[in-house]
Nanobody, 116 residues
Framework: QVQLVESGGGLVQAGGSLRLSCAAS????????MAWYRQAPGKQRELVAS???????SYADSVKGRFTISRDNAKRTVYLQMNSLKPEDTAVYYC??????????WGQGTQVTVSS
């Protein structure tokens, strides 16, 4: 069974850092693009960062220069290093395994709260 499990969320002060991890089990991994999304209360879920099977990365303008997505295929894990965190980064962060352009698997999410 395919499963994605996020970890590493928590409470941090503005300007601090967190490193999120997403461990994938089952199915394929190394051939899939992976992505991090986030959703704040009352807001649409938005794409934060993505990484292709070849290692190409893409970031939302709001996090460029602060967040870094990476992957370790041997560990079947994707990471999101978040630096210089701001209160507006507060959200539930979700990991996604892309199957097709519009389809994929989702993790359960991990809460990130940035205090001012």
């Amino acid at each position: 069974q395919v499963q994605l499990v996020e970890s590493g969320g928590g409470l941090v002060q503005a300007g601090g850092s967190l490193r999120l991890s997403c461990a994938a089990s089952g199915g394929t991994f190394s051939t899939n693009s992976m992505a991090w999304y986030r959703q704040a209360p009352g807001k649409q879920r938005e794409l934060v960062a993505s990484i292709s099977s070849g290692g190409s990365t893409s970031y939302a303008d709001s996090v460029k220069g602060r967040f870094t997505i990476s992957r370790d295929n041997a560990k079947r894990t994707v990471y999101l290093q978040m630096n210089s965190l701001k209160p507006e980064d507060t959200a539930v962060y979700y990991c996604k395994r892309v199957i097709l352009a519009s389809y994929g698997d989702w993790g359960q999410g991990t809460q990130v709260t940035v205090s001012s």
